[in-house]
């Protein structure tokens, strides 16, 4: 018997690039659906870092909370140098846990400057 092999190409790389790219899209779209609805605090995701988050933008992250648009955001992110476009995989954890608690402290009515503790961490930094 003669058989012979077939050899399926393997689908091109632009093809599994944009699967790829749909995939995160859709992730990114239900993380924003969770924390727009408050089943997801934007702290939380900033300290665990979910693999959809990790290229997404510090700013797109926060306005995605109810009443928060670029004003907001870049008021709040003014209190840090950071800039708006910085990803949330590329902080350092001390900027993780700068943000996660202002956010909390934000959450609590409380105004982020002048809580003490969050001061201080921000001089250190």
């Given amino acids: 018997m003669n058989a012979t092999a077939m050899i399926v190409p393997a689908r091109p790389q632009y093809m599994r690039a944009l699967e790829r790219a749909n995939k995160v899209r859709l992730a990114r779209a239900e993380l924003k659906r969770l924390v727009a609805m408050g089943e997801l605090p934007v702290a939380e995701v900033?300290?665990?870092?979910?693999?959809?988050?990790?290229?997404?933008?510090?700013?797109?992250?926060?306005?995605?909370?109810?009443?928060?648009?670029?004003?907001?955001?870049?008021?709040?992110?003014?209190?840090?140098?950071?800039?708006?476009?910085?990803t949330v995989g590329s902080m350092t954890d001390r900027q993780r846990h700068t943000l996660a608690a202002m956010l909390s402290c934000s959450e609590r009515g409380r105004a982020w400057s002048a809580t003490p503790w969050v001061t201080d961490s921000l001089t250190r930094a």
């Fill in 46 to 86: 900033i300290l665990d870092c979910p693999w959809e988050a990790e290229s997404m933008a510090v700013a797109d992250l926060l306005m995605s909370q109810r009443r928060w648009g670029q004003t907001r955001c870049r008021k709040f992110l003014a209190q840090i140098p950071m800039s708006e476009k910085k």
